[in-house]
């Protein structure tokens, strides 16, 4: 028949389930780090003492790890959404979450993962915010006194239909947003 020999498993388009890893489960070896990347080594090493230095050079950040090593984020999940793929058989669902993560002190990071299941579309999220956390610019609105408490000057932003626009304000304002972004300003710092 159609099926190759296969016993019908599919069209044979597929690329299997691949090498799914040692038997007998997770051991405890797995919480220790173990960097892929030659900037994790670095990271690992002690030879790089700051993220900064990472963005000075504009490295790609590929592992999440490296993040954890210099700053202590806090996350929150946005949004999760499902979102459906019209098939033969009538919808698959999956589920996708926006997550946001930040150190309220200057570094950011948003991150969008699709999976069939909450639980795992969360912790994806949660490492490709990671992965695109990026550092804020923060300023002074009149006189430089004390830590910087707004941003440098007015800047606009846009994605998809969204169009942002922040304006330094006075000492003590607070910030004047919606709630989704005054949220993710918060972690921004």
């Known amino acids: 028949g159609r099926g190759g020999g296969r016993r019908g498993r599919g069209r044979g388009r597929g690329r299997g389930r ?35 230095d990472i963005y ?42 926006f997550v946001v993560v930040g150190d309220n002190d200057g570094h950011i990071g948003l991150g969008v993962k699709c999976s069939k299941e909450v639980a795992t579309a969360i912790r994806g999220a949660i490492i490709d915010a990671k992965l695109s956390v990026v550092p804020i610019r923060r300023g002074y609105w009149g006189n430089k006194i004390g830590k910087p408490h707004t941003v440098p000057c007015k800047v606009n932003g846009k994605c998809g239909s969204v169009r942002i626009r922040c304006v330094p304000a006075p000492r003590g304002t607070g910030l004047v947003a919606a709630p989704v972004p005054k949220k993710i300003l918060t972690y921004a710092g």
Do not use: C, Y
């Not at 405890?28 to 790089?48: A, C």
């Not at 000075?56 to 793929?85: G, N, R, T, W, Y």
């Open 56 to 97: 000075l050079h504009s490295l790609p950040i590929k592992e999440a790890e490296i993040i954890d090593h210099f700053v202590q984020l806090k996350d929150e999940v946005m949004k999760i959404m499902p979102v459906q793929k019209q098939t033969r058989a009538g919808q698959r669902t999956r589920f996708k979450a």
């Open 18 to 52: 691949g090498d799914r890893g040692p038997r007998g489960g997770k051991n405890e070896e797995s919480t220790v780090w173990h960097p892929v990347t030659k900037l994790g080594r670095l990271v690992k090493n002690s030879k790089i003492r700051t993220l900064e």
